[in-house]
């Protein structure tokens, strides 16, 4: 796998979760067993612009050769990832989400070790 690769997923995931949250936030906090309310919904929506943020630095940034700014997204996906994993597990420990959260658990954490591996191990590109 290339870190250009790793972009496009860290891409279409971060997207995918910022559309569920901007568009229609009750469902997706339905989905993951968080109550739904006018707060919650409008966090929500907070959320989805920091996902799109995310996304979109990464799409953007998919094909430069720069390998200061490539190894910087690099270390800050892998810095969100690992603290991603650490939070959700947080919330799967004490009964916040519900089981579908193991698919945030999850994703993290497939995240952070792809980031972790291209930051650490994997070939300068």
């Known amino acids: 796998m290339k870190l250009r690769n790793l972009f496009l997923l860290n891409t ?3 997207l995918l979760f910022a559309l569920g949250f901007l568009l229609m936030p009750a469902v997706l906090l339905d989905v993951f067993g968080f109550p739904s309310n006018g707060s919650t919904k409008f966090l929500g929506q907070i959320i989805g612009v920091e996902l799109l ?3 979109l630095s ?3 940034a998919r094909d430069t050769r720069e390998h200061t700014t ?3 997204l690099s270390l800050a996906n892998l810095t969100a990832s690992v603290i991603g994993v650490i939070v959700s597990l947080g919330g799967m420990f ?3 989400m519900n089981g579908l959260g193991w698919v945030i ?3 993290y954490l497939v995240l952070a070790l792809g980031f972790g591996y291209f930051q650490f191990i994997g ?3």
């Open 12 to 14: 279409v995931v971060a």
């Open 53 to 55: 943020v995310g996304g």
């Open 58 to 60: 990464t799409f953007f």
């Open 70 to 72: 490539r190894q910087a």
């Open 94 to 96: 004490t009964g916040v």
């Open 105 to 107: 658990v999850g994703t």
């Open 123 to 125: 070939p300068p590109e």
